[in-house]
């Protein structure tokens, strides 16, 4: 069964910078796009920052510019590195891994257990 682990999530003060790693079981060329989302308490879980196997970026419009998604394929992993942080990027972030199963473009989606993002003085 894959897993994906995160790791690298933490407290820190508004406009500081974390780097979140997501590192999988197999080989992420297995997958057609991996993606980090976030769930802040009370709110639906949101898209932050997908990377497709043909290595294109989307990233949430609000996001842009300060998120930066990146895959290392030797290492199996992707990661998020977020920069000038504020309270409202609190949440917690998952790693999400994407298999499009058929012709017909159904999907298989795996998640990591997440992580916890704390932004505050």
């Known amino acids: 069964q894959v897993q994906l682990v995160e790791s690298g999530g933490g407290r820190v003060q508004p406009g500081g910078s974390l780097r979140l790693s997501c590192a999988a079981s197999r080989s992420i060329f297995s997958f057609d796009a991996m993606a980090w989302y976030r769930q802040a308490p009370g709110k639906q879980r949101e898209l932050v920052a997908q990377?497709?196997?043909?290595?294109?970026?989307n990233y949430a419009d609000s996001l842009k510019g300060r998120f930066t998604i990146s895959r290392d394929s030797a290492k199996n992993t992707v990661d998020l590195q977020m920069n000038a942080l504020q309270p409202e990027d609190t949440a917690v972030y998952y790693c999400?891994?994407?298999?499009?199963?058929?012709?017909?473009?159904?999907?298989?989606?795996?998640w990591g257990q997440g992580t916890q993002v704390t932004v505050s003085s």
């Open positions: 999400n891994a994407r298999v499009v199963i058929n012709v017909e473009g159904a999907i298989r989606d795996l």
């Open positions: 990377t497709t196997s043909r290595g294109n970026a």
